[in-house]
């Protein structure tokens, strides 16, 4: 059950894109289709983003969009905003039951 | 609008025992599998239990296997974690949230979260 390996940050000036990389193993990205993404502003709760790696919840920006190839799933903010600046968890479900976050991606808009 | 309210948090020491509620509104609550999800302070998110809608399956991650106990009362529309034996590294805010879509804890996203209680564990 160890945290899947995401970039600590990535960083981005406005209007651009950033992709943030969430790799696991194949008890967990590589064997479902289940990955999920969070957005946690400061001393809020986290906020779901992405779900079944690529598909987004109804109000969530289509700027968001998710994919996934092997035991690696992404995340792709395009258009970046200032609002954009958080930090990122991805999320999958274990062959054990469970479900493991990632380490978590700081996001700074520049 | 769906919400959840956690409860149950505070200081407690090495060792002791507490029971966090999260109080669930504004859904059809026995209709949906419920998690546990952790986060201590400056740290990462770390899932922690999960339980299916009629409450009869429930799942833990390994360093709280033993000591932690999740259950719910589908009659009061409340999720409940029994912690006991707790440990400096369970510090942390613990959020409940609401698995999409699920009646089983098998995958589904995470998508409405409570604002969390903390838990500080003195030693």
């Known amino acids: 059950q160890s945290a899947l390996t995401q970039p600590a940050s990535v960083s981005g000036s406005p209007g651009q894109s950033v992709t943030i990389s969430c790799t696991g193993t194949?008890?967990?990205?590589?064997?479902?289709?289940?990955v999920s993404w969070y957005q946690q502003h400061p001393g809020k709760a986290p906020k779901l983003m992405i779900y079944e790696n690529s598909k987004r919840p109804s109000g969530v920006s289509n700027r968001f969009s998710g994919s996934k190839s092997g035991n690696t799933a992404s995340l792709t903010i395009s258009g970046l905003q200032a609002d954009d600046e958080a930090d990122y968890y991805c999320c999958s479900y274990a062959s054990d039951t469970t479900y493991v976050f990632g380490s978590g991606t700081k996001v700074t808009v520049l | 609008e769906v919400q959840l309210l956690e409860s149950g948090g505070g200081l407690v020491q090495r060792g002791g025992s507490l029971r966090l509620s999260c109080a669930v509104s504004g859904v059809t609550f026995r209709s949906h599998a419920m998690t546990w999800v952790r986060q201590p302070p400056g740290k990462g998110l770390e899932w922690v239990s999960g339980?299916?809608?009629?409450?009869?399956?429930?799942h833990y991650t390994d360093s709280v296997k033993g000591r932690f106990t999740i259950s719910r009362d589908n009659s009061k529309n409340t999720l409940f974690l029994q912690m006991i034996g707790l440990r400096a590294e369970d510090t942390a805010v613990y959020y409940c949230?609401?698995?999409?879509?699920?009646?089983?804890?098998?995958?589904?996203?995470?998508?409405?979260w409570g604002r969390g209680t903390l838990v500080t564990v003195s030693s």
């Open positions: 194949s008890s967990d990205v590589g064997s479902y289709n289940l």
């Open positions: 339980i299916n809608s009629n409450g009869d399956s429930t």
């Open positions: 949230a609401k698995f999409d879509g699920c009646t089983q804890v098998d995958g589904c996203a995470l998508d409405v």
